[in-house]
């Protein structure tokens, strides 16, 4: 039985479910068909090829700063809503 291989985007895509959208190596593992420990060899050569990116940040800092960004982008977003609200308000009751 010979062994299957994977490309490298494959990898890269299974990786990025672990490390960017919070998914566990058993979440990705049932959900791609992969091993959870082929999944954790995947991730731990991926982390050490790249642990200073373009932006100078290691992959830990750059997820940190994505929940950030997530949660400032909510919050702007509920802003946004009110000030729609706010400004249909009063062109309703508008004299």
Do not use: C
Not at 5 to 30: H, N
Not at 33 to 48: A, N, P, R, Y
Request: charged content about 30%; glycine content about 4%.
């Amino acid at each position: 039985m010979s062994r299957k291989s994977y490309s490298k985007e494959f990898k890269a895509s299974a990786v990025r479910l672990m490390v960017l959208e919070g998914m566990t190596a058993l979440q990705v593992s049932q959900k791609l068909g992969v091993s959870e420990g082929l999944l954790s060899k995947w991730k731990h050569q991926q982390v050490d090829a790249m642990k200073v990116s373009e932006t100078g940040l290691d992959p830990q800092s750059l997820v940190s700063e994505n929940e950030q960004l997530r949660k400032q982008l909510a919050r702007a977003e509920k802003i946004n809503e009110i000030l729609k609200k706010t400004v249909a308000y009063f062109a309703e009751h508008e004299n």
